[in-house]
């Protein structure tokens, strides 16, 4: 390979647990001559890291996606360039609140050199320990950069047709000690983007919601801003949403709040069962918001609620880019039309842009998946993987038909689904690109998918399922035969209201995570 196509300088944006395992994947391969990871806070963890204060509780925006709430900054014209604080909202803060437990299995959730201290569902302190310490356990915490900000992301023209393309990115360093802005640039013959996707809070359109957030101000919130139940005492309350994070803190509300603490569902989840836990009451979706006298919200079945005081919308987030600069990279990264990054293959790679590569953006196994990710990209980068990536047709076809696919189902493009296989085949592409590592031991190769995680992932349930957790005994139709080993927080480490332990015949989807 001539020099001018081989890649020698990596840039990862992201220091949280798909950054510091991609930084572990690089430097193993004993290649590269620069690796360079930047991560907007103070310490490394991304998600994990906990905002004890999340203010400021910033205006919902019903619709809006991330182009529209979480824009470029304006760029000095000339760099390097020493400026005043940025005060844009930047979307830094994490959506960690004080309860907070990992809800995969540690086997399966922590990489496959290094356990999590212990488990099987951590306290939130527990995974953002262990992604700051994995960088000094690989001795990576010296290619970090921390409290600096990439502004943009812009393609380098080429030297020569036949090169590489590079990439040139826009730098911003919040310097503590004399509260300013340093913006510099620095060039890299690759970048990995690691930088997550559970910062920029979503909120759907619903008829009346804008006038109704105008008209009581501070009353509709996203649940990124939750922490504890105790703001909410006595409070008449709505959450909006029964996934993970919109199960815990109706169920925490219930200690607080003025009850029934009333949540609005789309579907039943895994975890519902025939009637409403104790102190909560079930509505459908909302139909409209009235701001007329004290408020009114009617649901689909023509039922309403007044005087609602606080209105929780737990649905989740938008992946967002800010850095990255569509003119000059002939186009936008993230379809939000689809939900899924532009000309992908393997939920990895960018067609049209050979030096790029993005880890943890699927639903899947959370940080054992980013490891097989990483791997992967660290291998074709050095030049050392097995096999190539497909011709750029049978990409297109792969993106074509997965699209398709998970309209046609109901399902997110970038929701990874385990009991269909689709897990096991998707890891098992990875493997097949990174192969092995070389004679002298440089490179890391993808874990197993052993008889242990796979055991774990499908028997140890944070969230047990009605009727066959703790306080039921099934429902005795001979469709399933489960039993149930109970662990209360007196038998466990972990902080959670206890967990459960499912011998089953059949596999469960990943739809917890």
């Avoid at 919200?297 to 737990?314: A, H, K, N, P, Q």
């Avoid at 149930?484 to 015949?505: H, I, K, P, Y």
Wanted: hydrophobic share 35%; with cysteine.
């Amino acid at each position: 390979m001539s020099d001018e196509k081989k890649i020698r300088s990596i840039a990862v944006v992201g220091a949280g647990a798909a950054g510091a395992i991609t930084a572990a994947a690089l430097k193993a391969e004993n290649y590269f001559e620069r690796i360079r990871v930047f991560e907007r806070r103070e310490t490394p963890g991304g998600t994990w890291i906990y905002d004890s204060d999340p203010k400021p509780d910033l205006r919902v925006q019903p619709g809006k996606l991330p182009p529209d709430i979480d824009p470029p900054l304006e760029i000095p014209k000339e760099l390097p360039q020493v400026t005043a604080p940025n005060q844009q909202e930047r979307f830094s803060k994490t959506p960690i609140y004080n309860s907070l437990t990992t809800n995969v299995p540690d086997i399966a959730m922590c990489f496959s050199d290094r356990r999590f201290a212990y488990g099987p569902f951590a306290p939130h302190y527990v995974p953002r320990q262990y992604v700051e310490s994995y960088f000094s356990f690989h001795g990576t915490d010296s290619l970090l950069s921390l409290n600096t900000t990439v502004e943009d992301v812009s393609k380098v023209k080429l030297a020569s047709k036949d090169g590489l393309e590079r990439w040139r990115l826009t730098l911003r360093k919040y310097d503590p000690a004399r509260h300013v802005d340093v913006w510099w640039e620095e060039e890299f013959d690759a970048v990995v983007l690691a930088n997550g996707h559970y910062s920029v809070p979503y909120v759907p359109q619903v008829k009346g919601l804008e006038e109704y957030i105008a008209k009581f101000p501070g009353r509709v919130q996203h649940s990124k801003y939750y922490r504890s139940p105790l703001p909410y005492a006595s409070k008449k309350a709505l959450i909006i949403g029964n996934s993970a994070s919109g199960h815990d803190l109706t169920a925490e509300l219930v200690s607080t709040a003025s009850l029934p603490v009333y949540q609005s569902r789309r579907s039943k989840s895994r975890w519902d069962g025939d009637k409403p836990p104790p102190g909560i009451a079930w509505k459908p979706i909302i139909k409209e918001y009235i701001s007329e006298k004290a408020g009114r919200i009617v649901f689909e079945d023509g039922t309403s609620l007044d005087d609602i005081d606080t209105v929780i919308y737990c649905t989740g987030y938008k992946a967002s880019y800010p850095f990255w600069n569509d003119a000059a990279n002939g186009g936008p990264l993230f379809d939000y039309a689809h939900g899924k990054l532009v000309r992908n293959y393997w939920h990895t790679f960018v067609r049209g842009h050979a030096t790029l590569g993005v880890v943890g953006l699927p639903r899947v196994l959370t940080f054992r998946s980013f490891e097989y990710q990483a791997v992967a990209l660290a291998r074709l980068f050095s030049g050392r993987n097995a096999v190539g990536l497909p011709a750029v047709a049978e990409q297109e076809e792969w993106e074509r038909e997965r699209l398709e696919r998970t309209r046609r189902e109901g399902r997110k493009f970038h929701n990874i689904d385990w009991e269909t296989g689709e897990t096991f085949e998707w890891l098992e592409g990875f493997f097949r690109i990174a192969g092995l590592g070389t004679l002298k031991g440089e490179g890391r190769i993808p874990p197993a998918l052993t008889d242990e995680l796979v055991w774990a992932i499908e028997h140890i349930r944070k969230y047990p399922e009605p009727g066959k957790g703790k306080d039921g005994d099934g429902d005795g139709d001979g469709k399933e035969s489960d039993v149930v080993v109970s662990a209360e927080n007196g038998q466990t480490d972990s902080q959670d209201g206890g967990w459960v332990l499912v011998e089953r015949q059949r596999k469960d989807l990943l739809a917890f995570i």
